[in-house]
């Protein structure tokens, strides 16, 4: 097995799945890879509700 360098490391994160989506499918075009899972988190407070997505990427190098 080739052992491949990282190079880069990114988190996207929004307040909409669907901007997430859009944001990892260019990352990908570029080069990354998806690394683990979606996060996401919900916060139902009394003056101000939002949700928020998160997914890590990692770039290797072309060696």
Known sequence: MENKKI???I???FESKEL???KVLEKI???YTLLGG???AIDSGELR???N???AMI????K
């Open 7 to 9: 190079v880069d490391y």
């Open 53 to 55: 997505f998160a997914q």
């Open 38 to 40: 979606i996060s996401m």
């Open 20 to 22: 997430v989506e859009f």
């Open 49 to 51: 509700s939002y949700n």
């Open 11 to 13: 988190i996207i994160t």
């Open 59 to 62: 770039k290797y190098s072309d």
């Open 29 to 31: 075009k570029e080069g």
